[in-house]
């Protein structure tokens, strides 16, 4: 099994930044993904960020030239830094956690509000 808890949500105005952190915990593999997803009220969750065990990161389309994904692997925590925000960033952020580079993500954190106020 694999813990994750977020922290850093908040409310922002629009123009702001945030930096949400994901700590992973129990057992993790050295072949792996660790992503940042979100949902708004009444749309389906998304896809944010992602990034693998090699260090190559990955962006939804929304958020590529203001989100950037990092990892400090001595504290097994991933990193979201959000610049420019935006109210339609508005969500719960939720990180997650794959074992392998594809598929489905098999273990989710509890998710942390992030609000944009215009």
């Known amino acids: 099994q694999v813990q994750l808890v977020e922290s850093g949500g908040g409310l922002v105005q629009a123009g702001g930044s945030l930096r949400l952190s994901c700590a992973a915990s129990g057992r993790t593999f050295r072949s792996y993904t660790m992503g940042w997803f979100r949902q708004a009220p009444g749309k389906e969750r998304e896809f944010v960020a992602a990034i693998r065990w090699s260090g190559s990161t990955g962006y939804s389309d929304s958020v590529k030239g203001r989100f950037t994904i990092s990892r400090d692997d001595a504290n097994n925590t991933v990193y979201l830094q959000m610049n420019s925000l935006k109210p339609e960033d508005t969500a719960v952020y939720y990180c997650?956690?794959?074992?392998?580079?594809?598929?489905?993500?098999?273990?989710w954190g509890q998710g942390t509000q992030v609000t944009i106020s215009s």
């Open positions: 997650a956690y794959r074992a392998g580079t594809s598929g489905a993500y098999d273990y």
